[in-house]
């Protein structure tokens, strides 16, 4: 973690509405680089909400959003990607009828660079993704899903990878083995800012987080902090 080094991500007073509906109000945060950075929130407090926003796929925005010390507010999701930043979507965003090779090939659109090289990093991790590269993704398993859509991802060689939601609809097991990944991208030099209603977990992984609740960022601390916060305790771990 590099907290004495500039934030990598820096959102201030963040809002956004659909329509009439404020989906985020006021909302500021960093992640600095080297960090897990969680976002906890309940349904509709507006995780996806805030990080759709900064990869630049909203449109009713004010407040400033800034990528390695550049301003980001408004910059095409295109763009954002090809500096750096990935989304991985809630609900793992996979081409169903493709199989897991076309789906990682298409990760790397932005960034044909360095494609078997990246590819190849991406099977050491994910070793699972190599066996079943010619199998349509439709096929694969919840937690395999979850796999191909970091992996595909890392091909866009992100320096921020941003992931709504890992754990949704995952068994236990597989959630550890997801968290297990995201902490080994992390201590390979990776940037992650996830969302998580899976509080725990989430917090045993991260270095810090928020607590996101109706569209307003309420709490944030130390992942320590938060496990140990009551209110957090009593919202998000059922203590
Ligand atoms: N495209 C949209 N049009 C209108 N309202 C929206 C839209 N997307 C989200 N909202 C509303 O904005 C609020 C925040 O939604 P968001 O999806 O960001 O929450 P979330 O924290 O990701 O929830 P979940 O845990 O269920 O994924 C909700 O009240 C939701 O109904
Ligand atoms: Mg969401």
Known sequence: MAQNEPALLKVESLSVSYGHIQALKSASLEVYPGEIVVLIGANGAGKTTLLETVLG??????????????????????????????????????????????????????????????????????????????????TLSGGE???LA???????????????????????????????????????????????????????CAHRGYVLETGSLTLSGTAGELLNDPGVRQAYLGA
């Not at 400033?64 to 609900?91: H, K, M, Q, W, Y």
Request: aromatic share 6%.
């Open 57 to 138: 796929i909203n449109a009713q925005v004010t407040g400033s959003v800034t990528f390695d010390g550049r301003s980001i507010r408004g910059v095409s999701a295109d763009r954002n990607v090809r500096s750096g930043i990935c989304l991985v979507p809630e609900g793992r965003g996979v081409f169903a009828s493709m199989s897991v090779l076309d789906n990682l090939l298409l990760g790397a659109h932005h960034n044909m660079r360095n494609v078997s090289k990246n590819l190849r990093r991406i099977y050491d991790w994910f070793p699972i993704l190599e066996k079943r590269r010619d199998q349509i993704a439709r």
């Open 145 to 147: 899903r979850q796999m």
């Open 150 to 204: 970091i992996g595909r991802a890392l091909m866009s060689a992100p320096r921020l990878i941003m992931v709504d939601e890992p754990s949704i609809g995952l068994a236990p097991i597989v959630v550890n083995d997801i968290f297990a990944i995201l902490t080994r991208l992390n201590r390979e030099g990776y940037t992650i800012l996830l969302s998580e209603q899976n509080a725990y977990k989430a917090l045993k």
